[in-house]
């Protein structure tokens, strides 16, 4: 069975532009969850989707945002690229967001902004 | 505040010791506590979950510890392995869900040296 993937593995952006960044859930989980890592420091969290709606947001600004598809993929976008923006975007999947579930993460999007 | 605090911040041992990571939470209300390994640059992989009712748990050389009175956990890693060299997240889960239902702590950066 696949795991959690997510593309690119790898972005480069210039400042000001946009990133787009995907993810795909292990089949039958409803739940994905965004997480950005800046170098040395630990998970900050992004965005929850589930059920194809936003359950809630971190502390970042509205230039972060997402969605989730009725397949359940998501996709994070982050506008007007800044250089702090700079980290590896981690995706999870579990079953169900509110219960006793296991969470499963995928490798990354290591983002780059120059 | 739901916080997760982890330490040490980092730890250095030889191939073959034994070492014990601390995690303390006052995540509220409580519903599961995980421990997470992440390679440098790669996604965690989890290691082991437990809820309230279970004092400890077993993943191969890895056990982990919880005190659900204190809100402490631990865990412990038998005879170490080059392998073993990581950072490792202790993760509680909010039961509200008010943050997706992860609550990650900034992980323990472990060095295994020959």
């Known amino acids: 069975e696949a795991g959690v993937t997510q593309s690119p593995t790898h972005l480069i952006k210039t400042r000001g532009q946009q990133a787009t960044l995907r993810c795909s859930p292990i089949?039958?989980?409803?739940?994905v969850y965004w997480y950005q890592q800046a170098l040395g420091l630990g998970l900050q969290f992004l965005l929850w989707?589930?059920?194809?709606?936003?359950?809630n947001r971190g502390n970042f600004p509205p230039r972060f945002s997402g969605r989730q598809f009725p397949n359940y993929s998501s996709e994070l976008n982050v506008n007007a690229l800044e250089l702090e923006d700079s980290a590896l975007y981690l995706c999870?999947?579990?079953?169900?967001?509110?219960?006793?579930?296991?969470?499963?993460f995928g490798q990354g999007t290591r983002l780059t902004v120059v | 505040k739901n916080q997760v605090e982890q330490s040490p911040q980092s730890l250095i041992i030889l191939e073959g010791k034994n070492c014990t990571l601390q995690?303390?939470?006052?995540?509220?209300?409580?519903?599961?506590l995980r421990w997470y390994k992440q390679d440098t640059g790669r996604g965690p992989v989890s290691l082991t979950i437990?809820?309230?009712?279970?004092n400890t748990k077993s993943n191969g050389r890895y056990t982990a510890t919880l005190d659900a009175d204190t809100k402490q956990s631990s865990l412990h890693i038998t005879a170490s392995q080059l392998s073993d060299s990581a950072s490792y997240i202790c993760?509680?889960?909010?039961?509200?869900?008010?943050?997706?239902?992860?609550?990650f702590g900034k992980g323990t950066k472990l060095s295994v040296k020959p």
């Open positions: 999870a999947s579990s079953l169900v967001g509110r219960t006793y579930t296991e969470a499963f």
């Open positions: 089949s039958g989980h409803t739940s």
């Open positions: 989707y589930d059920e194809g709606e936003e359950r």
């Open positions: 995690c303390n939470y006052t995540v509220s209300p409580f519903s599961n």
């Open positions: 437990m809820t309230f009712s279970e």
């Open positions: 993760v509680v889960s909010d039961y509200g869900g008010s943050q997706g239902n992860l609550i």
